[in-house]
């Protein structure tokens, strides 16, 4: 069974600062990694993705996330924080069934609440 | 273009009802899936629909079931409320189905409250 985990349900950094979300997953197959972020009273947006192509992966709003097979991890990094960033991130691993099909089923971390101060 | 839209927005239901969520994927999608998302946790998988047919379904009772209509929109039910079903339900649409790499696109979701 596919599981993801979020280290840190709450991270705090300042306008301007660097941001780090962490991931670990952990399948038994080559996975698909996603991000997302979710604003208050909305659904989920998704950030980038990786589906075993380059390991570093850019996504929308200037944040990258690295594949690291080694370190069974997909962290999320922004260089530079804004205000507009503070909401919920995701990370999630999608279920790959035998023979490459896929049933579709994305496993989310707890999801880490991203806070920015000015 | 229209994102996915689920429909009603917020819902207050007693326990023992039932009810119905609904959901239209972006257009040209075919696959369906709902997830329930607690207040305070990730969203976990309960189905999902594809050319009508259920093709995955996660870890919940059978008061819990859905459909897929030929214009590929789906309906979530649940049965016999409980106080614990209170949460966020989101419906995510994707072009197709068994294609693990395609993201999946949210809608806004549709919060329900339990009395």
């Known amino acids: 069974a596919q599981s993801v985990t979020q280290l840190g349900s709450h991270v705090s950094v300042s306008e301007g600062a660097l941001v780090l979300l962490r991931c670990n997953y952990s399948s038994s197959v080559p996975p698909y990694l996603f991000w997302y972020v979710q604003y208050p009273n909305q659904g989920l947006q998704l950030l980038l993705k990786?589906?075993?192509?380059?390991?570093l992966v850019k996504g929308i709003n200037g944040f990258e996330a690295e594949f690291k097979k080694s370190e069974t991890s997909f962290h999320l990094t922004k260089p530079s924080a804004h205000m507009s960033d503070a909401a919920e991130y995701f990370c999630a691993v999608s279920d790959r069934g035998a023979g490459g099909t896929s049933y579709g089923k994305l496993t989310f971390g707890q999801g880490t609440i991203l806070t920015v101060h000015p | 273009d229209a994102g996915v839209t689920q429909s009603p927005t917020h819902l207050i239901k007693t326990r023992g009802q039932h009810v119905t969520l609904r959901c239209s994927p972006i257009s040209g999608h075919k696959s369906v899936s709902w997830y329930q998302q607690v207040l305070g946790q990730g969203p976990q998988f309960i189905f999902q629909y594809y050319e009508k047919e259920e093709r995955g379904r996660g870890n919940f009772p059978d008061r819990f079931s859905a459909r897929q209509f030929p214009n590929y929109s789906s309906e979530l039910n649940v049965n016999a409320l409980l106080l614990g079903d209170s949460a966020l339900y989101l419906c995510a649409s994707s072009l197709e189905w068994g294609y693990s790499n395609q993201p999946q696109h949210f809608g806004d979701g549709t919060r329900l409250s339990i009395l």
């Open positions: 990786y589906t075993s192509a380059a390991t």
